[in-house]
């Protein structure tokens, strides 16, 4: 069984979209929300921590609320993309594994566009996966839960997860799962560059880069620096449209 967690502020968007497709699964499941509209929860981490604690699946899944699962037996088929996978420490629907690209089968927006790069057809190794929608056995949530001091926002919780339970020697996938996100992509913002550098900070002496659906980062050098670098090329790149 899996226990699905999601973390809300808004009521309409969650029954039009994650619930009302929880509803015509065709699996048994859980469906455990924490309703944030009071902000009694200042980051993702903390909800979640406090969640997946009450989870009684033998998977977690983490689901923003404006995701919409794209088959009756989506959860069935997770459980059994889970099941047969060796090590498995966490497993999205979207991730990277290289610069390269995303690995998705999802859509995201209004009108539906393809999320990532590279289409898959079975589940495939990576690095990190993206925060829309993810998985982590409840033997290994029992073990480490999200890191709500690195990841003290809304940002890059599964990212870091993902790159924490690498250095515990588990495997990250992505699973070859069609669903919509609403959201047309999140862009990034101060509160992410700031989260994004605590987390290069802590995984540096493992990871030289760390590859997340938004891009791919050093972690030698300062976040700040690779951002006037990219700023800076655009503006070059400006220019020489003008």
């Given at each position: 069984?899996i ?24 699996a048994e499941?859980?469906?455990i929300?924490v ?6 929860h200042?980051?993702?981490?903390s ?13 977690l899944?983490?689901v923003h609320?404006?995701i919409v699962?794209?088959a009756d037996?989506?959860l ?23 610069a ?9 927006g209004d009108?539906p566009?393809?999320?990532?790069h590279?289409r ?6 990576v ?14 949530f029992?073990e480490m ?25 588990l ?18 913002s ?10 290069a900070?802590?995984?540096r002496?493992?990871f030289?880069?760390?590859h997340t659906s938004l891009g791919?980062?050093?972690t030698?050098?300062p ?14 790149r400006?220019t020489?449209r003008?």
């Amino acid at each position: 069984m899996i226990s699905v967690i999601c973390v809300s502020n808004n009521p309409k968007i969650l029954q039009e979209d994650l619930v009302a497709s929880l509803g015509k699964q065709s699996a048994e499941h859980e469906f455990i929300q924490v309703d944030n509209r009071d902000g009694k929860h200042r980051s993702a981490a903390s909800a979640m921590n406090a969640a997946g604690k009450k989870g009684k699946g033998k998977y977690l899944m983490f689901v923003h609320q404006d995701i919409v699962l794209g088959a009756d037996d989506f959860l069935w088929m997770a459980e059994r993309f889970l099941d047969s996978l060796p090590n498995v420490g966490i497993a999205g629907v979207a991730g990277r594994l290289d610069a390269r690209g995303v690995l998705t089968n999802i859509t995201h927006g209004d009108p539906p566009t393809h999320a990532g790069h590279i289409r898959i057809e079975k589940p495939e190794i990576v690095q990190t996966v993206d925060e829309c929608l993810f998985f982590v056995p409840r033997i290994v949530f029992e073990e480490m839960q999200f890191d709500d001091r690195t990841c003290d926002d809304w940002h890059l919780y599964a990212v870091d997860y993902a790159l924490s339970v690498k250095r515990l020697g588990l495997e990250v996938y992505v699973l070859p799962l069609v669903g919509h996100h609403r959201s047309g992509g999140a862009s990034m913002s101060r509160m992410y560059h700031r989260t994004l550098a605590k987390v290069a900070r802590k995984h540096r002496k493992e990871f030289p880069w760390i590859h997340t659906s938004l891009g791919s980062w050093r972690t030698g050098i300062p976040i700040s620096l690779q951002l006037l670098s990219i700023n800076t090329k655009r503006r070059l790149r400006g220019t020489r449209r003008g």
